[in-house]
T-cell receptor
Framework: GAVVSQHPSRVICKSGTSVKIECRSL??????MFWYRQFPKKSLMLMAT?????????EQGVEKDKFLINHASLTLSTLTVTSAHPEDSSFYIC?????????????FGDGTRLSIL | SQQGEEDPQALSIQEGENATMNCSYK?????LQWYRQNSGRGLVHLIL?????REKHSGRLRVTLDTSKKSSSLLITASRAADTASYFC????????????FGTGTRLTIIP
């Protein structure tokens, strides 16, 4: 089946640090990748949608200068949390979809737990 | 809101029993999907059901969709301890928006 690899799985760093999270589709080309944020025992909140070679589309309320997304190839998207603060601590999950059709399932990475001290 | 609402929020059953989770929504959908999330992990896609479909099966899973009632259910038969996880419904609306919107989730615990 389709595999999405997300790295790192856990990050603990000091306030003010910038953190980069990678999301790779290992065995398929991901036209579209999605970045979600999940708070404890809550649902997933979509942060942004990225299409290869174009700028990401951010959801309302998500700061694009804070959460930088790059989708440079059909197999790699990165999320950089710039100048992270304790309130940015959360579980970040990426997903990828193989085609352009919305009736294709999304394949998820295992998430990155970010803890800002 | 395009988000699905799941019921119950939490469910505990004995191993071997069947588990049923429900999802209600308010918008017109293109399709509805069910995902499982083990604690601290990513999501695993279970089943996608299109708006013109009423029922789909996959192994011990059965999903139904009633677009007139704007609801879907996920049935897990003969539950196992390994089925313990959170289950989310997610939908794609018909309004030109291809974003997958997740429901609130049901936390399922299977008691050995």
């Amino acid at each position: 089946g389709a595999v999405v690899s997300q790295h790192p799985s856990r990050v603990i760093c000091k306030s003010g640090t910038s953190v980069k999270i990678e999301c790779r589709s290992l065995d398929f080309q991901a036209t579209t990748m999605f970045w979600y944020r999940q708070f404890p025992k809550k649902s997933l909140m979509l942060m942004a949608t990225s299409n290869e070679g174009s700028k990401a589309t951010y959801e309302q309320g998500v700061e694009k200068d804070k959460f930088l997304i790059n989708h440079a190839s059909l197999t790699l998207s990165t999320l950089t949390v710039t100048s992270a603060h304790p309130e940015d601590s959360s579980f970040y999950i990426c997903s990828a979809r193989a085609g352009d059709l919305s009736n294709q399932p999304q394949h998820f990475g295992d998430g990155t737990r970010l803890s800002i001290l | 809101s395009q988000q699905g609402e799941e019921d119950p929020q939490a469910l505990s059953i004995q191993e071997g029993e069947n588990a049923t989770m429900n999802c209600s929504y308010k918008t017109s959908i293109n399709n509805l999907q069910w995902y499982r999330q083990n604690s601290g992990r990513g999501l695993v896609h279970l089943i996608l059901i299109r708006s013109n479909e009423r029922e789909k099966h996959s192994g011990r899973l059965r999903v139904t969709l009633d677009t007139s009632k704007k609801s879907s259910s996920l049935l897990i038969t003969a539950s196992r301890a390994a089925d313990t996880a959170s289950y989310f419904c997610a939908l794609i609306s018909n309004f030109g928006n291809e974003k997958l919107t997740f429901g609130t989730g049901t936390r399922l615990t299977i008691i050995p």
